[in-house]
């Protein structure tokens, strides 16, 4: 092949994805997307199809931007598509039509919930839109694939159509919006939008129209937002939607009457649109960029945009300090970009600090002994940056505090909501919600734990977070942060000065005070920050005397009640019994039902763990003495896994000292640039303890049961590598912990997944069926709670309801399978397979359970707490050649299961592969398809 064909053969499949067709990079060269560069760089191979696609140049005109892809109800927190929206009333069928057609006029009907692009054809074909609808969303789709000119049979585009009447004007206009809107005006012949100044010279556009665009009145306001009545463009109805943070996509946000509805109005967005820069980092690295640009970026996320506008509109913040704060964010985000060129931009403007109500200059942190003399020289010469500052620890504390009580989360229906909303549905009492929300008001921010926004009194009254008949008392207790007026001087004096002064009642002021310094400290009102406990004594807004009373409470000082326990206790005290919202970082108050496990941390545990302090914690604790108590506490470590590890402790199956070697470890692996020798020194010096399954097993166990080799065994000895780098080998990890089993159900009818139990109990599977996938459970050490993704004893899994009581003489029986039975000549812990040989167990009930253990990892050895390889089980007497043959053989007199969608008996494994995985936690779910 002569270098001449190659070349064309090479730029015939030169072509990248457009609309609706491939397009070529000659068309993209033609219309001006690419220059001749990179035109020839395509072609002699020197970039990919892939590298000049994903160019934001390029991107925009062969897909465009983002459209109004669903809608989003924020009552429910429910994404939905503008079609169902419409079939379930929450948009009128006007305003979904026009929704759709722009869609369709843009080039694909959007699933918001598959995050899924399709033509209209395969959207009425899957259901996203209706029939009825078809023809009308495939003459909008024309604006794409093009219109015929019924004069010259030629493909005409969308703006030609309408000059030529084919269309109706405000139809066509409308269309004609969404695709300027979406990325460009949208050349049909070679399916791909193009530049204006193209666009011109084709003749798909003109200067008439561009000026009807520019300046729209309301006959060209073609969309229409349902929550304000008012008649906008397309761009500003896409301006108002929010950021799905799965998907990307943009959402139209529905709000019931009376809730609050956040959007950017046009006198705002003129000045985000004028306020620009050129020291952003990123992908906008040396170019002039408006404000605007920077917060609808990948950078910042749709929270933060919120949060940011709405400060700036109620004149929290200046339109420096946002600019500011954004530019940080985006250098955050991109590294490369080096520190000093964001400084210039941000600590020329201004060294204010965002305090609890209003700003704070860095002459005030200063003074207030929160940063010292060093770091002030550093803010004022530009070698630190505001933000920089304001992530220190010992900052951000005094700053904004630390977790307070946000709300509740009702652990049997796994809801979160307001303190206020549990009050109404008679979840807590009257008294208990006041004075948890006294508590927010006391340290200046109300909280909405659904929606992760902090407010004011004001704003929590006027969004329904608080009902209006509570706003005054609610007020009141505010001015712990604002200050109140000493009546005799006027000045503005702090919350204990007012107690001091009995304008305020002794025990509802010391419950607010507590609840400040459980919180990060005394708020200093005249500042708007907290302040360290000496500076507090120095300006007159703490005492000794009251030190000890906080110190040392007693009933009369414990102003805040656990409504499961029936205590009365102090702030820091309920809050440490709270759990943390994984996806929020909120701290929330667990109600339980009478009768259902409640998990807590007592004072007794909770001072053995404030006492195990070390020195080796890695991360933002290196080189510090920190408190076991302290790092459980820490963003390091998972709710889940705090909880297990401390219950673990409270039962005596782990070890003081494992437990810190384990939590050193989680930090470590969250912190890799930490060295891993500095651990090992602290985790393998102490031990080289495993978690088995029902205890402790040693290095030693695991050499000798031929799970770990020698080499391996003298790594962990000299530290080389640590128990949880072993533990996670797979080699180990199955012996340890076994496989999947069988942990729950799936109802296909209703995609409903519940314990096999709860199961049981609808119906749904029989009581032998249930029974024994449960004794399969026990035999294997784990009863599982597949929707709170938990692995429990049977203990624990009756006293939590994940199986009922009248099962449990049978569960504890199988559960023995795993901790051994008892030989009753010589006393000793037999096997399973040993009780079964000796018939201390039914012949097909000890088959039944010995097959699920090997169909889960390995027959369990109950003397040491870990799976064995087969070899090892044979030596050891838990096994033989005579039942592997029958294992290994079935008939139908071993096939202990059965599978109720069949009716047939069947092997463990064989019903196990019949499962499916639930995506979300990882279980293996048995399928009820009736």
């Given amino acids: 092949m002569s270098l001449h064909e190659k070349g064309q053969r090479d730029r015939a499949v030169t072509t990248f994805r457009g609309i609706k067709k491939q397009v070529s990079a000659q068309n993209l060269l033609e219309s001006k997307i690419i220059d001749k560069e990179l035109f020839e760089d395509l072609s002699s191979g020197k970039v990919t199809v892939d590298q000049v696609s994903n160019m934001d140049s390029v991107h925009k005109y062969l897909q465009g931007t983002d459209c109004i892809a669903g809608v989003f109800v924020q009552s429910t927190k429910q994404t939905m598509s503008i079609y169902q929206a419409k079939s379930k009333g929450l948009l009128t069928p006007g305003t979904s039509l026009v929704l759709l057609e722009a869609q369709a006029a843009i080039g694909f009907m959007v699933d918001p919930l598959k995050n899924k692009k399709l033509s209209v054809e395969e959207a009425v074909a899957q259901g996203v839109v209706g029939t009825e609808w078809k023809s009308k969303l495939l003459s909008a789709e024309r604006a794409v694939t093009g219109y015929t000119d019924p004069h010259t049979g030629n493909t005409i585009s969308l703006f030609q159509a309408l000059k030529k009447d084919l269309i109706v004007k405000d139809h066509g206009i409308r269309l004609l919006e969404a695709q300027i809107a979406t990325g460009g005006i949208i050349d049909p012949v070679y399916s791909h939008r193009v530049p204006v100044e193209v666009a011109y010279q084709r003749g798909y556009f003109d200067e008439e129209m561009n000026q009807i665009l520019s300046d729209p009145g309301d006959d060209t306001k073609g969309f229409f937002d349902p929550n304000t009545q008012e008649n906008l463009t397309y761009l500003q109805l896409l301006d108002r939607c929010v950021k799905d943070p799965l998907t990307g996509l943009r959402l139209l946000v529905i709000v019931k009457k009376g809730e609050f509805y956040f959007y950017i109005d046009e006198h705002t967005k003129t000045i985000l649109q004028s306020t620009t820069t050129n020291k952003a980092g990123g992908k906008f690295q040396g170019k002039e960029v408006s404000l605007w640009d920077l917060i609808y970026s990948e950078y910042i996320e749709e929270e933060k945009k919120r949060d940011l506008v709405q400060q700036f509109k109620s004149g929290t913040i200046t339109i420096e300090y946002f600019l500011e704060h954004v530019l940080t964010i985006i250098q955050q985000k991109t590294p490369r970009v080096t520190v000093n060129t964001t400084t210039t931009t941000t600590t020329t403007k201004s060294s204010a600090f965002r305090g609890i109500k209003k700003q704070v200059t860095a002459q005030n942190l200063l ?176 005492d000794e005397e009251m030190n000890q009373i906080l110190s040392d409470p007693g009933d009369d000082t414990k102003g805040f009640f656990d409504p499961n326990t029936q205590e009365n206790l102090t702030y820091l005290q309920l809050l440490d019994r709270c759990v943390k919202d994984p996806l929020t970082g909120l701290r929330l108050l667990v109600i339980v039902k009478k009768g259902e496990f409640y998990f807590y941390i007592d004072e007794h545990t909770k001072t053995i763990l404030q ?117 996670n080998m797979d080699s180990v990890r199955k012996y340890l912990q076994g496989t999947d089993c069988i942990a729950g159900v799936f109802v296909q009818s209703t995609k409903q997944t519940m314990s096999i139990y709860e199961a049981k109990s609808k119906g749904l599977l029989t009581p032998g069926t249930s029974l024994v996938l449960l004794e399969a459970q026990a035999a294997i050490g784990v009863m599982v709670d597949p929707l709170k993704n938990k692995k429990l004893s049977v203990e624990e899994a009756v006293a939590q309801g994940v199986v009922g009581t009248e099962w449990k003489g049978k569960l504890l029986s199988a559960e023995r399978a795993v901790t051994g039975y008892t030989d009753p000549h010589t006393g000793n812990t037999i096997s399973l397979f040993q009780a079964l040989k000796k018939d201390l167990i039914v012949k097909d009930h000890g088959i039944r359970l010995l097959e699920a253990q090997i169909a889960t990892g390995g027959i369990i050895d109950p003397v040491h707490s870990h799976r064995v390889p087969v070899e090892v089980a044979y030596q050891r007497g838990y096994f033989d050649e005579e039942m592997n043959q029958i294992l290994s053989d079935s008939g139908d007199d071993t096939k202990g299961f059965f599978d109720p969608n069949t009716q047939e008996n069947l092997t463990y494994l064989q019903l196990l592969n019949r499962c499916i995985k639930d995506p979300h936690t990882g279980f293996t779910l048995l399928i009820l398809r009736k």
């Fill in 367 to 542: 003074e207030s002994k929160i940063i010292d003399k060093k770091i002030f020289e550093e803010l004022s010469s530009g070698k630190v940056t505001v933000d920089q500052v304001s992530n220190m620890d010992s900052v951000r504390k005094y700053l904004q505090g630390t977790d307070c009580i946000a709300g509740v989360f009702v652990q049997s229906t796994k809801q979160t909501m307001s303190i206020y909303e549990a009050k109404s549905k008679g979840l807590l009492t009257p008294g208990t919600s006041l004075v948890l929300l006294e508590a927010q008001a006391a340290i200046g921010v109300m909280v909405d734990p659904l929606k992760n926004k902090k407010l004011s009194v004001e704003e929590a009254v006027a969004q329904g977070v608080v009902g209006t008949e509570w706003k005054s008392k609610l007020l009141s207790a505010e001015r712990a942060v604002t200050g109140y007026t000493d009546p005799h001087t006027g000045n503005t004096i702090s919350l204990f000065q007012a107690l001091k002064k009995d304008l305020i009642v002794k025990d509802h002021g010391i419950r607010l005070l507590e609840a400040q310094i459980a919180t990060g400290g005394i708020i200093d009102p005249v500042y708007s920050h907290r302040v360290p406990v000496e500076v507090a004594y120095q300006r007159g807004y703490f």
């Fill in 611 to 727: 006492s195990t302090t070390t020195n080796k914690a890695g991360g933002k604790f290196q080189g510090k003495e920190v408190s076991l108590w302290d790092l459980i506490y820490s963003e390091y470590i998972e709710e889940e896994k705090k909880r297990d590890l401390v219950q673990q402790f409270k039962s005596g199956t782990i070890t003081i000292e494992y437990f810190l070697e384990h939590v050193l470890t989680i930090i470590q692996q969250k912190t890799p640039s930490v060295t891993v020798n500095t651990i090992t020194t602290t985790t393998t010096t102490k031990s080289s303890a495993f978690q088995g399954i029902k205890k402790q097993v040693s290095a030693q166990n695991l050499l000798e049961s031929k799970i770990i080799d020698k080499k391996i065994f003298e790594e962990l000895s000299s530290g080389k590598v640590t128990v949880d780098q072993v533990s």
